[in-house]
C-alpha cells in the first residue's frame, strides 16, 4: 500500500504474521528491508509489478538491521539486479559472515541457542555502510539516519532508543512487524506516539519484574527458570535484560550444565 507519497509499505508474510518491506519509488527503487529468502518472489516483485515497476529497477537495498526475516531476501535482489547494499556499520559483519550471529547467540545463550552449522540467510557483501546522523540521497530523496539500538544481537540499548525516538516528530512509524497493541505495522500521529511509550514501558516493566525474581530468590536462576516464574515477553530478552544489569554490575552470572545462571551481586 502506498503510505505516503511514492513509499509504499510491502507485507513480507512470515510464519504467523509479516515482515515490513518499504519501498521507495522515484527514477529507481530504493528498499527497505526484504524479507526472507522468499520474500522476494512472494511478494516483493508482485507488489512492483502491480504498481507498472519492475523488480530490475531496484538499485538500493537499505537493512534496519542483519536478521534474517529482515536481509533474507538481499542475495536474491543483489544477484538478479545488481543493487547496492547499506547497512548500519554495527551490522556490517553479521550480513558479510551470517552464522556469526548464531555463534554469538550459542556463545551468550547456549541453552537457547543450540549450535547451528547452517547460517538462516545468504551472506552478502556490503557495499556501503551508515551510521546515526548521516543523510542518504537517494534518487532526489534525502533519508536521514536515526540510529535506535536495542533490538538485534548487535546492540542492546532498546530503552534508550524509544526515549530519543520519543523526542522524534515522528508522524508516521513503520514497525518490522506488526507489534501490540495496535497489531499493525503502520501507525500515524497519536497512535505512532502511543507504540513507542508503551514500547518503552514495556521493557521498563520487564526490567523490574525480573529484578524481583532475582531479589526473592535463594539460588542463581537460569534464563528458563525466570521465563517460567514471570511468563512474558521471551526468554532472550530476558537473557539481554540480564546482560544489561551484568554490564552495570548489578548482577552476576556463573556457569552452570547448559548453560548460565544468574544472581544478585550484592546479595546479603
Given at each position: 500500500?502506498?503510505?505516503?507519497?511514492?513509499?509504499?509499505?510491502?507485507?513480507?508474510?512470515?510464519?504467523?504474521?509479516?515482515?515490513?518491506?518499504?519501498?521507495?519509488?522515484?527514477?529507481?527503487?530504493?528498499?527497505?528491508?526484504?524479507?526472507?529468502?522468499?520474500?522476494?518472489?512472494?511478494?516483493?516483485?508482485?507488489?512492483?509489478?502491480?504498481?507498472?515497476?519492475?523488480?530490475?529497477?531496484?538499485?538500493?537495498?537499505?537493512?534496519?538491521?542483519?536478521?534474517?526475516?529482515?536481509?533474507?531476501?538481499?542475495?536474491?535482489?543483489?544477484?538478479?539486479?545488481?543493487?547496492?547494499?547499506?547497512?548500519?556499520?554495527?551490522?556490517?559483519?553479521?550480513?558479510?559472515?551470517?552464522?556469526?550471529?548464531?555463534?554469538?547467540?550459542?556463545?551468550?545463550?547456549?541453552?537457547?541457542?543450540?549450535?547451528?552449522?547452517?547460517?538462516?540467510?545468504?551472506?552478502?557483501?556490503?557495499?556501503?555502510?551508515?551510521?546515526?546522523?548521516?543523510?542518504?540521497?537517494?534518487?532526489?530523496?534525502?533519508?536521514?539516519?536515526?540510529?535506535?539500538?536495542?533490538?538485534?544481537?548487535?546492540?542492546?540499548?532498546?530503552?534508550?532508543?524509544?526515549?530519543?525516538?520519543?523526542?522524534?516528530?515522528?508522524?508516521?512509524?513503520?514497525?518490522?512487524?506488526?507489534?501490540?497493541?495496535?497489531?499493525?505495522?503502520?501507525?500515524?500521529?497519536?497512535?505512532?506516539?502511543?507504540?513507542?511509550?508503551?514500547?518503552?514501558?514495556?521493557?521498563?516493566?520487564?526490567?523490574?519484574?525480573?529484578?524481583?525474581?532475582?531479589?526473592?530468590?535463594?539460588?542463581?536462576?537460569?534464563?528458563?527458570?525466570?521465563?517460567?516464574?514471570?511468563?512474558?515477553?521471551?526468554?532472550?530478552?530476558?537473557?539481554?535484560?540480564?546482560?544489561?544489569?551484568?554490564?552495570?554490575?548489578?548482577?552476576?552470572?556463573?556457569?552452570?550444565?547448559?548453560?548460565?545462571?544468574?544472581?544478585?551481586?550484592?546479595?546479603r
Amino acid at each position: 500500500m502506498e503510505i505516503a507519497k511514492g513509499i509504499h509499505l510491502i507485507k513480507c508474510p512470515w510464519s504467523t504474521y509479516f515482515v515490513s518491506s518499504c519501498a521507495i519509488i522515484g527514477e529507481t527503487i530504493t528498499l527497505i528491508d526484504v524479507g526472507t529468502s522468499d520474500s522476494p518472489e512472494n511478494a516483493i516483485y508482485p507488489y512492483l509489478r502491480g504498481i507498472g515497476r519492475d523488480p530490475s529497477e531496484i538499485s538500493h537495498i537499505l537493512l534496519t538491521h542483519a536478521h534474517f526475516d529482515h536481509c533474507g531476501g538481499v542475495a536474491v535482489i543483489k544477484k538478479e539486479t545488481g543493487c547496492k547494499v547499506y547497512v548500519h556499520e554495527s551490522g556490517k559483519p553479521y550480513l558479510e559472515d551470517a552464522n556469526l550471529i548464531n555463534r554469538e547467540l550459542h556463545k551468550r545463550f547456549p541453552a537457547l541457542y543450540p549450535e547451528k552449522e547452517k547460517p538462516d540467510f545468504e551472506s552478502v557483501k556490503v557495499d556501503a555502510t551508515f551510521k546515526d546522523g548521516d543523510l542518504l540521497n537517494l534518487d532526489g530523496r534525502q533519508i536521514r539516519v536515526l540510529y535506535t539500538p536495542g533490538h538485534s544481537v548487535c546492540s542492546k540499548k532498546y530503552a534508550e532508543s524509544m526515549r530519543r525516538l520519543l523526542n522524534e516528530p515522528v508522524k508516521i512509524l513503520i514497525t518490522g512487524h506488526p507489534f501490540p497493541p495496535f497489531n499493525d505495522a503502520l501507525l500515524r500521529g497519536e497512535n505512532a506516539v502511543k507504540h513507542i511509550h508503551e514500547s518503552l514501558e514495556g521493557i521498563e516493566e520487564l526490567e523490574a519484574i525480573v529484578w524481583k525474581v532475582l531479589e526473592r530468590s535463594d539460588k542463581p536462576l537460569s534464563i528458563e527458570q525466570i521465563y517460567e516464574k514471570i511468563r512474558m515477553s521471551r526468554p532472550v530478552t530476558i537473557g539481554c535484560v540480564l546482560e544489561e544489569f551484568e554490564r552495570e554490575g548489578k548482577v552476576k552470572r556463573t556457569e552452570a550444565t547448559g548453560g548460565y545462571r544468574w544472581a544478585l551481586r550484592d546479595r546479603r
